[in-house]
Structure formats: structure tokens, C-alpha cells
């Protein structure tokens, strides 16, 4: 069975920078595209970030030019570094893969909280 295990989130003063890191176990994680999604409260679950197999990413609008994906498949982890945070990316963090469904089952997230 495939687990997700997200961690590195926190409190952060606007402007400021976080990295997530989420590791994967249980599959051949180098041949998954994988996604971090973000759900804010009150608020649906969406994708900010993809990285494929290949290392090629994409990024939500709101994210672009402060957000980097990267991945180790040695590692078996996907990241997400986090710049000039603003409070509107206020939620709690997951990884998953993208493209592929069902997903899998979703881990436990890390919150992120920006505030001064």
C-alpha cells in the first residue's frame, strides 16, 4: 500500500520561505508524475505544483515564480520550495500523483500558515 508522508510546514511571516517535503513509499515512485495540492479552509482541494517523471513542472498562476517542485527518485521524495509566501497560502499541504486515478490515498498533510 502506497503512503504519503508530507512534513515541513510551519508558521511563516509574509515574505518568508518554507520547504515541504513529502516521501513516498510502497511503489516505483520515478515513473509517477507527482502533484502538491493545497486546501485552504472552507475552500476545495487544489493542485499548485507538478513535476513528471521526466522533471518537466508545471505551476498554478498563483504560485508561479515562488514556488519550485523538484524530486529525488533516489530518494523517493518530492519537494516544494515555498518563496515570498503571502497569507493567501494559508492551507494544509499534500502530495499525490497527478494524472494517474484513483489517486492515492492522501497522507496526513502539513500546514501552512502564513501570518505576522
Known amino acids: 500500500q502506497v503512503q504519503l508522508v508530507e512534513s515541513g510546514g510551519g508558521l511563516v511571516q509574509p515574505g518568508g520561505s518554507l520547504r515541504l517535503s513529502c516521501v513516498v513509499s510502497?511503489?516505483?515512485?520515478?515513473?509517477?508524475?507527482m502533484g502538491w495540492y493545497r486546501q485552504a479552509p472552507g475552500k476545495q482541494r487544489e493542485l499548485v505544483a507538478v513535476?513528471?517523471?521526466?522533471?518537466?513542472?508545471w505551476y498554478a498562476d498563483s504560485v508561479k515564480g515562488r514556488f519550485t517542485i523538484s524530486r529525488d527518485n533516489a530518494k523517493n521524495t518530492v519537494d516544494l520550495q515555498m518563496n515570498s509566501l503571502k497569507s493567501e497560502d494559508t492551507a494544509v499541504y499534500y502530495c499525490?500523483?497527478?494524472?494517474?486515478?484513483?489517486?492515492?490515498?492522501w497522507g496526513q498533510g502539513t500546514q501552512v500558515t502564513v501570518s505576522s
Open positions: 499525490n500523483r497527478r494524472f494517474i486515478t484513483p489517486l492515492w490515498d
Open positions: 510502497g511503489t516505483i515512485f520515478s515513473i509517477y508524475a
Open positions: 513535476i513528471n517523471s521526466g522533471g518537466s513542472t
